[in-house]
């Protein structure tokens, strides 16, 4: 297994830009430590997600919706600080941006001079244009959300398939455009019909990023601990499993205890 482009030695939104004009796919994973961004950035992901996922996969919660500015700047800085490659994203947490483009601003503000962040994602279209466009005029590059936009759930009701009708598919192409005219830096398409990601990534010229949107977007997203295995209960048909991390580590950690119990460590050379 080797690193692809080891001459990139820091990828831009330039860089991401380039791999889509090259027709080359695009790499992105979550993550929300030190530790794990470490080994998501030696592995040569392009783009780290800081994503508000992390209120789920980190905190517990049911819903992304609980997860406070704070605290994704808590996990933000902590990814900063491990990554040498990746461009770093961060996600405006539910309740940071939906009230006016002015409490956007401070909120994007907030994330990119408390954490040094590259980027900020955002849920939404039309309704947060005004929002995005001032974050983008601060000169903070902006990646947009459309489809399953999780920090809606409960208006949605389900978790389930979104734009399959032609009015949302509609609505989903046109605030791509918008969100591509007014200067984001690519899209996050996330649980929409592989129809309809090969038709916004054909107009868009900025990169399109899936998550359950089949094989056509430039790029693949996944929630780290989906991928690794450790999250056991979550089985979306898009998710692909790379390993059984959950299997491992509680092997490994009934192991501890086995060998504790049984005064098997620490042995002799492991003591001073
Ligand atoms: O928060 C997150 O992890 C995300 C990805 C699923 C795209 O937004």
């Known amino acids: 297994m080797s690193i692809h482009n080891p001459d990139i030695k820091r990828v831009t939104t330039h860089t991401i830009q380039e791999l889509k004009n090259r027709g080359e796919k695009i790499t992105a994973l979550t993550a929300y430590d030190y530790s794990m961004a ?60 939906q009230g ?4 956007a601003l401070r909120s994007a503000i907030r994330i990119m001079k408390e954490s040094g ?34 920090q809606s759930i409960y208006k949605f009701g389900t978790y389930a398939v979104r734009a399959k009708e032609d009015a949302e598919a509609a609505k989903l192409m046109e605030d791509a455009l918008m969100l591509q005219e007014v200067g984001c830096f690519g899209v996050v398409l996330e649980k929409i019909p592989a129809a309809l990601t090969r038709q916004v990534s054909q107009a868009l010229s900025i990169p399109t990023i899936g998550i359950g949107g089949g094989p056509d977007a430039d790029g693949q997203i996944l929630v780290l601990h989906d991928l690794l295995g450790i999250t056991k209960e979550f089985k979306p048909r898009f998710l692909r499993r790379y390993a059984d991390l959950n299997t491992v580590m509680t092997e490994a950690i009934a192991h501890y205890v086995d060998d504790v119990k049984a005064k098997d460590f620490p042995n002799e050379k492991e003591a001073y």
């Open 38 to 97: 470490q080994v998501v950035d030696a592995a040569g992901v392009e783009m780290i997600l800081v994503g508000d996922s992390a209120s789920n996969v980190m905190a517990g919660h049911e819903t992304t919706l609980p997860i406070t500015l704070d605290q994704m700047i808590y996990h933000a800085s902590s990814v900063v600080r491990a990554v040498k490659r990746a461009l770093v994203i961060v996600d405006l947490p539910f309740g940071s941006y």
């Open 100 to 103: 006016n483009s002015e409490e």
């Open 117 to 150: 962040a590259h980027a900020v994602k955002l849920e939404g279209g039309q309704e947060i244009k005004e929002s995005i466009v001032r974050i983008l005029s601060a000169g903070v590059p902006v990646m947009g959300h459309l489809g399953l936009t999780p």
